[in-house]
T-cell receptor, first 111, second 109 residues
Framework: QKEVEQNSGPLSVPEGAIASLNCTYS??????FFWYRQYSGKSPELIMS????GDKEDGRFTAQLNKASQYVSLLIRDSQPSDSATYLC???????????FGQGTRLTINP | SAVISQKPSRDICQRGTSLTIQCQVD?????MFWYRQQPGQSLTLIAT?????????ESGFVIDKFPISRPNLTFSTLTVSNMSPEDSSIYLC??????FGSGTRLTVV
Protein backbone atom coordinates (compact mmCIF):
# COMPACT_ATOMS: atom_id res chain seq x y z
CA GLN A 1 0.00 0.00 0.00
CA LYS A 2 1.33 3.40 -0.94
CA GLU A 3 1.74 5.88 1.88
CA VAL A 4 -0.25 8.53 0.03
CA GLU A 5 -2.70 7.60 -2.69
CA GLN A 6 -4.45 9.73 -5.24
CA ASN A 7 -6.49 8.91 -8.30
CA SER A 8 -4.17 9.79 -11.18
CA GLY A 9 -7.07 10.93 -13.34
CA PRO A 10 -7.44 12.62 -15.66
CA LEU A 11 -10.38 14.29 -14.01
CA SER A 12 -12.44 16.43 -16.34
CA VAL A 13 -14.74 19.09 -14.93
CA PRO A 14 -16.78 21.70 -16.80
CA GLU A 15 -15.93 25.32 -16.25
CA GLY A 16 -17.82 26.81 -13.32
CA ALA A 17 -18.41 23.46 -11.61
CA ILE A 18 -16.84 22.14 -8.41
CA ALA A 19 -13.74 19.99 -8.81
CA SER A 20 -13.23 17.44 -6.05
CA LEU A 21 -9.80 15.91 -5.52
CA ASN A 22 -9.23 13.12 -3.05
CA CYS A 23 -6.27 11.70 -1.18
CA THR A 24 -5.88 8.89 1.33
CA TYR A 25 -2.90 8.16 3.53
CA SER A 26 -1.78 5.09 5.41
CA UNK A 27 0.19 6.44 8.38
CA UNK A 28 -2.06 7.40 11.31
CA UNK A 29 0.87 9.40 12.69
CA UNK A 30 0.51 11.92 9.87
CA UNK A 31 -0.15 15.36 11.26
CA UNK A 32 0.14 17.92 8.48
CA PHE A 33 -1.45 17.81 5.07
CA PHE A 34 -0.69 19.86 2.00
CA TRP A 35 -2.16 20.42 -1.42
CA TYR A 36 0.00 21.58 -4.30
CA ARG A 37 -0.79 22.66 -7.82
CA GLN A 38 1.75 21.87 -10.52
CA TYR A 39 1.52 23.18 -14.03
CA SER A 40 3.32 21.22 -16.72
CA GLY A 41 7.04 21.94 -16.67
CA LYS A 42 6.81 23.99 -13.47
CA SER A 43 7.60 23.29 -9.85
CA PRO A 44 4.81 22.55 -7.34
CA GLU A 45 3.08 25.53 -5.81
CA LEU A 46 1.63 25.23 -2.32
CA ILE A 47 -2.11 25.94 -2.34
CA MET A 48 -3.21 25.00 1.15
CA SER A 49 -2.20 23.23 4.29
CA UNK A 50 -4.52 21.71 6.88
CA UNK A 51 -3.76 20.28 10.30
CA UNK A 52 -7.09 19.76 12.08
CA UNK A 53 -10.18 17.76 11.24
CA GLY A 54 -12.81 19.67 9.34
CA ASP A 55 -12.80 22.20 6.56
CA LYS A 56 -10.44 25.03 5.77
CA GLU A 57 -11.38 27.57 3.16
CA ASP A 58 -9.19 29.94 1.16
CA GLY A 59 -10.91 31.73 -1.67
CA ARG A 60 -12.22 29.18 -4.15
CA PHE A 61 -10.34 26.36 -2.44
CA THR A 62 -11.54 24.24 0.48
CA ALA A 63 -9.45 21.54 2.09
CA GLN A 64 -11.22 18.86 4.08
CA LEU A 65 -9.52 16.55 6.56
CA ASN A 66 -10.89 13.44 8.25
CA LYS A 67 -8.17 11.80 10.31
CA ALA A 68 -10.40 8.93 11.44
CA SER A 69 -10.89 7.92 7.81
CA GLN A 70 -7.34 8.97 6.86
CA TYR A 71 -8.73 11.08 4.10
CA VAL A 72 -8.03 14.57 2.83
CA SER A 73 -9.70 16.32 -0.06
CA LEU A 74 -9.52 19.56 -2.01
CA LEU A 75 -12.55 21.25 -3.47
CA ILE A 76 -12.20 23.91 -6.13
CA ARG A 77 -15.32 26.00 -6.60
CA ASP A 78 -16.18 27.87 -9.78
CA SER A 79 -13.49 25.97 -11.65
CA GLN A 80 -11.60 27.93 -14.27
CA PRO A 81 -9.54 26.69 -17.24
CA SER A 82 -6.50 28.11 -15.44
CA ASP A 83 -7.09 25.51 -12.72
CA SER A 84 -6.11 22.79 -15.18
CA ALA A 85 -3.00 21.26 -13.65
CA THR A 86 -1.79 18.29 -11.65
CA TYR A 87 -2.71 18.46 -7.97
CA LEU A 88 -0.40 16.81 -5.49
CA CYS A 89 -1.33 15.74 -1.99
CA UNK A 90 1.46 15.52 0.60
CA UNK A 91 1.58 14.53 4.26
CA UNK A 92 4.11 14.54 7.05
CA UNK A 93 4.38 13.22 10.54
CA UNK A 94 4.50 15.27 13.70
CA UNK A 95 7.97 16.67 14.19
CA UNK A 96 9.18 15.53 10.79
CA UNK A 97 9.66 18.00 7.99
CA UNK A 98 9.89 15.32 5.33
CA UNK A 99 6.87 15.28 3.05
CA UNK A 100 5.52 12.16 1.40
CA PHE A 101 3.74 12.94 -1.84
CA GLY A 102 0.99 11.20 -3.71
CA GLN A 103 1.25 10.57 -7.41
CA GLY A 104 -0.97 13.52 -8.22
CA THR A 105 -4.31 13.94 -9.97
CA ARG A 106 -4.39 15.55 -13.39
CA LEU A 107 -7.33 17.95 -13.56
CA THR A 108 -8.72 19.41 -16.76
CA ILE A 109 -11.31 22.18 -16.70
CA ASN A 110 -13.30 22.23 -19.91
CA PRO A 111 -14.55 25.63 -21.14
CA SER B 1 8.28 32.92 2.79
CA ALA B 2 11.85 32.72 1.56
CA VAL B 3 12.78 33.57 -2.00
CA ILE B 4 14.46 30.53 -3.53
CA SER B 5 16.76 30.68 -6.54
CA GLN B 6 17.97 27.59 -8.34
CA LYS B 7 20.58 27.34 -11.04
CA PRO B 8 20.66 26.12 -13.70
CA SER B 9 16.97 26.13 -14.57
CA ARG B 10 17.53 23.38 -17.11
CA ASP B 11 20.37 21.46 -18.67
CA ILE B 12 21.02 18.68 -21.12
CA CYS B 13 23.99 16.54 -20.12
CA GLN B 14 25.89 13.62 -21.53
CA ARG B 15 25.76 10.33 -19.68
CA GLY B 16 28.72 9.73 -17.43
CA THR B 17 29.16 13.40 -16.59
CA SER B 18 28.18 15.29 -13.43
CA LEU B 19 26.06 18.36 -12.84
CA THR B 20 26.03 20.60 -9.79
CA ILE B 21 22.78 22.36 -8.97
CA GLN B 22 22.85 25.47 -6.82
CA CYS B 23 20.16 26.62 -4.42
CA GLN B 24 20.23 30.08 -2.85
CA VAL B 25 17.68 31.42 -0.37
CA ASP B 26 17.34 35.00 0.78
CA UNK B 27 17.25 34.18 4.49
CA UNK B 28 19.14 31.88 6.80
CA UNK B 29 17.61 28.44 7.17
CA UNK B 30 18.67 25.54 9.32
CA UNK B 31 17.92 22.74 6.92
CA MET B 32 17.82 22.39 3.17
CA PHE B 33 15.79 19.69 1.49
CA TRP B 34 16.47 18.24 -1.92
CA TYR B 35 13.72 16.48 -3.86
CA ARG B 36 13.58 14.72 -7.19
CA GLN B 37 10.63 14.38 -9.55
CA GLN B 38 11.09 11.85 -12.29
CA PRO B 39 8.97 12.19 -15.44
CA GLY B 40 5.34 11.46 -14.72
CA GLN B 41 6.11 10.75 -11.08
CA SER B 42 5.66 12.55 -7.84
CA LEU B 43 8.29 14.15 -5.64
CA THR B 44 10.71 12.03 -3.66
CA LEU B 45 13.02 13.36 -0.97
CA ILE B 46 16.69 12.74 -1.75
CA ALA B 47 18.31 14.15 1.38
CA THR B 48 18.27 16.86 3.99
CA UNK B 49 21.31 19.00 4.70
CA UNK B 50 22.31 20.92 7.79
CA UNK B 51 25.23 23.30 7.79
CA UNK B 52 28.37 21.78 9.23
CA UNK B 53 27.25 18.18 9.13
CA UNK B 54 26.86 15.46 6.57
CA UNK B 55 23.58 15.31 4.75
CA UNK B 56 21.05 12.66 5.69
CA UNK B 57 20.02 10.55 2.72
CA GLU B 58 16.74 8.75 2.16
CA SER B 59 16.55 5.10 1.30
CA GLY B 60 17.67 4.53 -2.27
CA PHE B 61 19.91 7.59 -2.42
CA VAL B 62 23.64 7.57 -1.63
CA ILE B 63 26.22 10.25 -1.07
CA ASP B 64 28.51 9.06 -3.85
CA LYS B 65 25.76 9.58 -6.39
CA PHE B 66 24.23 12.75 -4.93
CA PRO B 67 26.85 14.63 -2.90
CA ILE B 68 25.49 17.70 -1.17
CA SER B 69 27.30 20.71 0.17
CA ARG B 70 25.99 23.22 2.71
CA PRO B 71 28.70 25.84 3.18
CA ASN B 72 26.42 28.36 4.91
CA LEU B 73 22.85 28.90 6.02
CA THR B 74 21.65 30.43 2.74
CA PHE B 75 23.22 28.18 0.14
CA SER B 76 23.43 24.51 -0.84
CA THR B 77 24.45 22.46 -3.83
CA LEU B 78 23.40 19.05 -5.06
CA THR B 79 25.62 17.19 -7.51
CA VAL B 80 24.24 14.45 -9.71
CA SER B 81 27.25 12.28 -10.44
CA ASN B 82 28.03 9.84 -13.25
CA MET B 83 24.68 10.56 -14.82
CA SER B 84 22.54 8.10 -16.72
CA PRO B 85 19.26 8.68 -18.56
CA GLU B 86 17.42 7.47 -15.44
CA ASP B 87 18.62 10.63 -13.69
CA SER B 88 16.54 12.75 -16.03
CA SER B 89 14.26 14.55 -13.59
CA ILE B 90 13.32 17.83 -12.08
CA TYR B 91 15.44 18.53 -9.02
CA LEU B 92 14.00 20.83 -6.38
CA CYS B 93 15.41 22.43 -3.27
CA UNK B 94 13.33 23.55 -0.32
CA UNK B 95 14.40 25.62 2.69
CA UNK B 96 11.50 24.52 4.87
CA UNK B 97 10.44 21.18 3.47
CA UNK B 98 7.23 22.36 1.86
CA UNK B 99 7.94 25.32 -0.44
CA PHE B 100 10.04 24.89 -3.53
CA GLY B 101 12.24 26.80 -5.88
CA SER B 102 11.62 26.83 -9.58
CA GLY B 103 13.60 23.63 -9.98
CA THR B 104 16.26 22.31 -12.33
CA ARG B 105 15.04 20.27 -15.25
CA LEU B 106 17.78 17.80 -16.13
CA THR B 107 17.85 15.69 -19.26
CA VAL B 108 20.59 13.09 -19.63
CA VAL B 109 21.30 11.86 -23.14
Amino acid sequence: QKEVEQNSGPLSVPEGAIASLNCTYSDRGSQSFFWYRQYSGKSPELIMSIYSNGDKEDGRFTAQLNKASQYVSLLIRDSQPSDSATYLCAVNKWGAQKLVFGQGTRLTINP
Amino acid sequence: SAVISQKPSRDICQRGTSLTIQCQVDSQVTMMFWYRQQPGQSLTLIATANQGSEATYESGFVIDKFPISRPNLTFSTLTVSNMSPEDSSIYLCSPDGYTFGSGTRLTVV
